[in-house]
Structure formats: C-alpha cells, structure tokens
C-alpha cells in the first residue's frame, strides 16, 4: 500500500495539499484502518501502519463540532488563538513568518514516562481558507530555525506532514463543522523498531492528549460564542 507524501516545505501547494488530504479521507473509506477509540457523535480516531513511509504510523481523527466552521478555524487552526486555552499541549510562537505566511512554533512534549527522555517538536503551522469559505485547513511541517537549536536535555521529534481539515456540516453549515485531521510523527532517539512503529502502543497514546485538546475546545468555543 503507497501514501501520499507530504510536500517539502520548499515546494509547498495548497493544491496539493488538498489533494493529500482527499486521498487520506478516501483511504479510510476503503478501509484497513482500526479504529482504537469512538465517542459516538463527538469524535473517532483511527490508526494504520504504511511499510514503505520513512514514518509509517498514521493516526486519522474526526471529531463532530456543534459549532460553526470559521470559529473552529479561529479558535483551534491558529496556533497563536490554541496555545491560550489548551491545557494538553504547549505552544511557543517563535516569532518568524515563513514564505508561506506561517508561524514558526516549538512545542516541548512529555507524553513519554521515565526512562523516557522528554521530547520536542519544532514546526511551521500555516492555514489557508479554501473553496468560499467552507473548507478551513492547517497544515505542519518540520522546520529549523537558529534560535532553536536542539536541546542536549531532550529528543527533537520529527512531523510527517500533520494536517487539519474543516468542513461545515452538510445539513447545518452555519451552526456545526467536522475537522479531519492526520497526525504522523517520529519520536526520534534510540528505540526498538517493534516498540516505536507499534499500533497498539500509539493507539493508546495518541487519543489521550487530543481528546483532552477536544474538551478544552468545546468549552472556549462555548465562551467564544457567548461572548458576541
């Protein structure tokens, strides 16, 4: 089974960023794809292992959002608006906008117990609004930047092209939306290849920390809302 590839930052298209991202939505209606956690009409997360991708382990998740599409987008696609109500991951802005109209973001992540060492990501997330306003996307991928070098304490993780994909519900398109989104990461530093490419292992670890995110969503779009 072929993937779709991510396209290198120097070469980025929307376009094709589009296009990865339908092929990943059809590959999970085609099946293959096991399914480790699901909330009936709140959210799904599903995991599948690719051989010949240099990071191999893919985790798709839906979630179904009683609220409209562009506050989605404003409140959890900009990463300068998540980083003020999320409570399972840190975010660092680092200050440069990249030719893409990105934000250059670190985030340090201690999801691993001991002996485990912590890790890091540093990333570019940039959004686009496609097809009048109905489709709202957030793509990442790696960077490096002077000011971050990486650090002797801790293990620089990799991205694999991470996506969020949102779309106005087809029967209430100004009240609810659904975000599909993809998640594929190497943890880096030494670890057995049966331990760190393996699905049941990341098909418990990864819910946790985004439907913790999924929460703390709901409860500041609720805010959001009332507020205007």
Request: charged share 25%; aromatic share 14%.
């Amino acid at each position: 089974m072929t993937y779709k590839a991510p396209t290198p930052p120097n070469q980025f298209s929307w376009d094709e960023e589009r296009e990865r991202i339908m092929w990943y939505k059809n590959d999970l209606e085609k099946g293959g794809w096991q399914t480790v956690l699901k909330v009936p009409g709140e959210s799904a997360y599903h995991i599948k292992k690719f051989a010949d991708d240099p990071i191999p382990i893919k985790v798709l998740f839906e979630w179904e959002i009683p609220f409209p599409g562009d506050l989605v987008f404003e409140v959890y696609g900009k990463v300068e608006e998540r980083m003020k109500w999320d409570s399972a991951f840190t975010f660092e802005l680092v200050g440069t906008k990249t030719d893409e109209g990105g934000q250059v973001v670190y985030v340090p992540y201690h999801l691993f117990p001991w002996p485990f060492a912590p890790r890091e990501w540093l990333f570019r997330s940039a959004t686009k609004v496609l097809l009048d306003k109905k489709e709202w996307v957030t793509n990442l991928c790696d960077v490096t930047h002077p000011s971050k070098p990486e650090r002797s304490d801790m293990v620089r993780m990799h991205n694999g092209g991470n996506f969020n994909y949102i779309t106005a519900n087809e029967s209430r398109p100004n009240e609810a939306c659904n975000l599909f989104a993809l998640t594929t990461n190497d943890i880096g530093g030494w670890i057995p290849g049966c331990l760190k490419w393996s699905t049941s292992i990341w098909g418990r670890k990864i819910p946790q920390p985004f439907e913790q995110t999924r929460k703390d969503l709901l409860i500041e779009l609720a805010k959001r809302q009332s507020a205007k």
